[in-house]
């Protein structure tokens, strides 16, 4: 089996993306205003805030019409979170390369380190406009809106995707909080570090760090509990796996039984 440069691929050997073709002439010019875009919105935010800020000042100062932000971002806050789009789609494109035979921590190791392949140093997460993106999550509610709206799709169409690669050793309920913990101790993590002050090279370790900690856990996931109803009615034991569970008899007129010995 060969992979998408022709080399000899090894079996369990994880999937190597094809290499991206170079941007041609209309690519680059929609770089390039991207790019103004962002430096202007990046550089209004900063001198007169972001509610001070309208989007017809940020293509002002980009030298571009007005109608033209819409071909690039949809609102305002779209401008603070340009890299997220690219660094989900990496991301998807780890977890849909699983090797045969790769655990799932492995896998999970892989995506962090597609974070740091496609972390632009301009608009990236530790790029100061990145840095920016978080401070306004702290403090405006329009970013906080985005930003939670962004975190959940993402989050849905991670487990999705996690799923689709362990469907004989996950359910959908396991790859959810394999997600859910994974991606709240990358957020956490990166926040907590900015907020003391931290430079990018100690952001980066902390987030590498936080991925360590969540990793302990996802490396043994909890099996599905029994089926609370056995065909014939009669009550079944729920809960019965893990140290936070208890078997508790579930009775149709009694639902909040006390768990038993």
């Not at 060969?2 to 994880?14: A, F, H, I, T, Y």
């Not at 892989?110 to 993106?133: A, C, I, K, N, Y």
């Amino acid at each position: 089996m060969l992979d998408s440069g022709g080399v000899p691929q090894r079996p369990g050997q994880p999937t190597q993306p094809a290499c991206p073709k170079p941007p041609g002439h209309r690519e680059r010019k929609k770089q390039r205003t991207r790019r103004a875009l962002i430096d202007a919105a990046t550089r209004l935010f900063a001198e007169r805030g972001y509610d001070g800020t309208t989007i017809a000042d940020i293509t002002e100062a980009a030298g571009v019409a007005p109608r033209t932000f819409f071909s690039y971002f949809e609102c305002k806050e779209d401008v603070l979170f340009t890299d997220s789009i690219a660094r989900l789609e990496r991301v998807l494109d780890v977890l849909a390369s699983r090797g045969a035979g790769e655990g799932i921590s492995e896998l999970l190791v892989r995506v962090v380190s597609s974070f740091e392949e496609v972390q632009d140093l301009e608009v990236g997460f530790l790029s100061p406009t990145g840095q920016m993106r978080m401070q306004l999550v702290f403090t405006t509610p329009a970013v906080q809106a985005r930003a939670a709206h962004w975190i959940f799709d993402t989050e849905e169409r991670l487990a999705s995707a996690l799923y689709q690669a362990y469907p004989d050793e996950l359910d959908e309920i396991a790859a959810a909080a394999i997600v859910g913990a994974y991606t709240g101790a990358i957020m956490q993590g990166i926040i907590a570090s900015i907020k003391r002050g931290h430079g990018p090279s100690r952001v980066l370790a902390e987030l590498r760090r936080s991925c360590e900690i969540a990793l302990r856990g996802v490396a043994n996931p909890v099996p599905p509990p029994a089926t609370p109803q056995t065909p014939g009615g009669t009550p079944g034991k729920v809960g019965t796996h893990g140290p936070l569970s208890r078997q508790t008899q579930v009775g149709p007129e009694n639902d909040s039984a006390e768990p038993t010995a």
